[in-house]
């Protein structure tokens, strides 16, 4: 009876052990595969170009600035880690690809190149849909009208958003691209005050400090074309968010209600805006220019899906990537739309 017994209890100490190997066999299989943990909380590592010093971009910067966005990650149990990246939009891609950022607020142009090259992005959310852009001609290069650009010399910054919207422009003005000359460069300021061009294709805000600057005058902007324009995306490491879903809808929650805070209070906006080389004062004579419309999040949903086809179709015409994407497989609205849910909207 005791050997039995005893074998009872081996036999109930057995059961229990692969009860337990089991249950950790469980808690391993739904553990998250990505993500890097600070104290136990989810450590977000966002990625931005250098852009005056200023940790993040656009209306996404407006959302940290005003305590939105940790407010909101915070809620998740989750903390913001802010990386300003030198190298541009190339950098950015660099750091996604080393495994360094989970979410990065960049241009559609370099974001185009990192999904065409293999790097694992889904773009979640929309800081900025609208980049103004401008024609900006020189004081003495004698062009008036947009029928004065043939047969003169324009610098655009190619393979980027400028060239996005000088080719815009150019179609849809019906101009002969093989009457002008074009530059590629974006030493735009010293181009135009040696006047070796007539012209560029430039930022708003570019364009309204030359003007301060007495380089000449904006021929043209891009307030009556917004599809001439390209995009600041939110984008995020796929495995990351597809294991912490709650983190796309709380950056797009963030988006959502610094938006509604920059129609509130305008000036938190030109405050996001603003650095040392941009002041307050140009970024509110931007914004007055455009009313603020590209700052809408809903953009994911409605304009977006085909301003950024518009890009890729471009770049691919144009031979900067190797191949074609389809836009609305890139995007993930969902984060966007549970975004909408959770907050009343």
Request: net charge negative; aromatic share 8%.
């Given at each position: ?8 209890k ?16 469980c ?13 136990g ?19 996404l ?6 305590g939105?966005l ?6 998740i ?14 950098g ?30 889904t ?16 004081t ?5 009208s ?22 815009n ?10 009457k ?11 181009l135009?005050?040696?006047?070796d061009?007539?012209?560029?294709s ?16 904006t ?19 796929t ?9 796309g ?9 610094a ?30 220019i455009?009313?603020?419309e ?18 890729i179709?471009?770049?691919y ?8 994407i ?7 609205a969902?984060?966007?739309?549970k975004?909408?849910?959770?907050l009343?909207?």
């Amino acid at each position: 009876m005791k050997r039995n017994g005893v074998i009872q209890k081996l036999v109930l100490a057995l059961v229990g052990i692969l009860i337990l190997a089991s249950l950790g066999a469980c808690g391993k299989a739904d553990s998250k595969k990505t993500g890097v943990y600070k104290d136990g909380k989810l450590v977000v590592r966002f990625g931005t170009p250098n852009n005056g010093g200023k940790p993040l971009f656009e209306l996404l910067e407006v959302a940290l600035e005003q305590g939105i966005l940790d407010e909101e990650l915070e809620a998740i149990g989750a903390v913001g880690e802010y990386n300003i990246i030198d190298a541009a939009g190339p950098g950015v891609n660099e750091a996604f690809a080393a495994g360094n950022i989970d979410l990065a607020v960049y241009g559609d142009f370099p974001a185009t190149s990192a999904k065409v090259n293999g790097i694992d992005t889904t773009i979640i959310g929309v800081a900025n849909a609208i980049q103004a852009q401008a024609i900006f001609v020189g004081t003495n290069s004698g062009i008036e009208s947009i029928e004065d650009l043939e047969g003169k010399t324009v610098a655009v910054g190619l393979g980027t958003n400028y060239q996005f919207f000088w080719e815009n422009f150019v179609n849809g003005e019906g101009l002969d691209l093989n009457k002008i000359s074009v530059v590629n460069s974006f030493d735009y300021s010293t181009l135009l005050a040696t006047e070796d061009v007539d012209a560029a294709s430039i930022g708003l805000v570019q364009a309204i400090y030359f003007e301060a600057q007495g380089l000449g005058h904006t021929l043209v902007d891009s307030t009556s074309h917004p599809d001439w324009t390209t995009q600041f995306l939110v984008a995020a490491y796929t495995p990351f968010i597809q294991d912490h879903p709650e983190v796309g809808v709380a950056v797009n929650k963030a988006l959502i209600r610094a938006y509604d805070l920059i129609h509130e209070d305008p000036t938190t906006l030109y405050q996001a805006g603003s650095s040392d080389n941009i002041p307050v004062e140009l970024v509110a004579a931007v914004n007055q220019i455009t009313k603020m419309e590209g700052y809408d999040p809903s953009f994911i949903v409605g304009a977006t899906p085909d301003k950024l086809q518009a890009v890729i179709d471009l770049m691919y015409a144009d031979g900067l990537i190797s191949k074609s994407i389809v836009a609305k497989d890139w995007i993930d609205a969902q984060y966007y739309e549970k975004a909408v849910k959770e907050l009343g909207k």
